[in-house]
């Protein structure tokens, strides 16, 4: 066997002709440090290896010796740094590979979260928007350390698989996460679990800002910061240490309105002790597009529900015009919001404060658009239900009509051709159809000739049409809330037909209120995230706001009062211009944006040629010229 290496091996007689000892660092499998310093004027790697840490304090004497002085993890000049009380902190300007990794256990949660709990009700809304909540605080917490003082080291490896770990703790509770009933007892298992898995993070968070704190100790205008982001992360976690012993009885509610409050206040503490230090700021880190890379995940989940509702739609024989229309006009919303988000946002350095608040406003922003792409996708299908049980309710009327004439006029076969039709149209079996519907319509044969069963035939219309519905709704995955049967059976058909409708007016509510809340969001965003601004800017804003607000008060067509109930509103509901409605909306102020930046763009261009026409003594003097 030949031997390749000894004791008096020396590297060089290993390398090429055309490598050095540095590249030769450089391109083989990466050397990672025990742990880092977060500081880029010594660019320190603890390590047992002292020649690694020559050959990397070698590469940081290159880099320093290049244009503007720029280290491999700023682009910032050192030179700027000339306040002593304050470190000079290595910033990477883009995200890592493992900071990305992180974000998929986000989309693991969020999608399997979606995929089990439907938006049916708004007890069901409230129980989606506060897992989500959850959810976000944690991940905006994370990113915050991230985008100012991660760097690559084994103890930053280390920390970082506990956070995949308290990922994938709130993956295993959210199938179980479901306050829509108010029963607590029933879940308290996994709400006591929720809050340790949320006061671990938080103390696996307080820990590594604690080592930031003692690499910085020496300067005095970090100090204190440092220490209070240790401080409200630690409280944060006594806090929710002590919430999870809350969780019983009618106390339950308390405890689970602790939980949003204390993320609620976290952050915006966190928030506001970065903000009071500029060294612990925002600027010039990859903030923008942490959370820009977090919109496409949103704006992801929404074609994967797309893609969900184009599959259920699909197994039932085709597509209809209408159908068609909407799935076209739900996958231009999606990409409308993408250009409406992603051609607004200016990278450049913003206010301390205002990209604080730009970054939390994120988060209301990111629940709307949530519930847009989720009201996109069921209300696709929704389309598809109507063509289904629009036509099937139709016949069904005329048989109870021509019943309730004559009794002996009632064809039995047409009433089953009916059925079958639906099934082997839409249903594509007859499995869904259960030995209940079978029964109710012996039943119905039974009364046929004799009127003096009307009460008994009545029974036995309403169950076949419920059980035809449930067999529709449940082969698009459709779960409706039930209302309590009575003994009225007019009242019990009513009530069948209501509770589809509750179930996708919820869904049309929390739609069009979305989506207008959405546009005058991203007004807000383009007013905290661009530093100057022109009338035309100023235009746009408030075109956004004016869209958003017709959105949103689309919405108030429907009224709970049965007595005072729009028909326009019924007919609205059913028809296919839902989803066309918000594309209309959101391509126009997508198009009066383009026109207002072209006017904008071309006023500016006239005043700079203007200018440099005039001559020079004719211009207006300015000072400190």
Partial sequence: MVKFWS??????????????????????????????SPLADDYIELSHSPSRQAAVKGLHSSFQATDGDVTPHSSEPAERYQDPDEPNLRRAHESSTIQLFYDLFFVANLTTFTSVHEVTSLETLSSYIAFFSILWFTWLQVALFDVRFSNDSAFERFCKALQFGVMTGLAVIGPNYDTSGGDFDTFRSSFEALSLILMFSRLVLALQYTTIWWWTKDYKKVRLPLLAHVGILFATAMIFLGLSFSFGGAIGLRGRIGWYVVIGVEALAILLVSGRSKCLSFRKTGIVERLGLLTLIILGEGVIGMSGSIAKVSSAHGFTADVIGMIISGVLIIYFLWMLYFDQIETERVGTMSQQFWALLHFPFHVCVLLVVEGVAQLAVWRKVIDVLTPFGNAMDIYIQMYSDNPHSLNISAINNT?????????????????????????????????????????????????????????????IKESVETEDVAKNLVNAQEDIFATFTTVFLYFFVAAGVTLILLALLFYLGKRRKTRGEYLSMAVRIFFGLGLTLIATMYNSDPEVASNDFNNYLSSAWMLPTVLIAYGIVILLDTVLVNYVRKAVYRRATNQAAIPLYGRPETSGT
Wanted: charged residues 20%.
């Fill in 7 to 36: 004791k008096s091996t020396k590297i060089n007689d290993l390398l090429t002709a055309d490598q050095t000892p540095m590249n030769f660092a450089l391109t083989h499998p990466k050397h990672v440090p025990l742990i880092t």
């Fill in 419 to 479: 059925i079958y039709d639906v099934f082997n149209n839409f249903v594509n079996s007859t499995e869904g159809a259960s030995p209940y519907y079978e029964e109710a319509f012996a039943r119905l044969e039974g009364t046929l000739g004799n009127t003096t069963n009307r009460t008994e035939a009545g029974i036995a219309f309403l169950d076949i049409v419920t059980s035809v519905e449930d067999v529709v709704l449940n082969t698009y995955n459709i779960h």
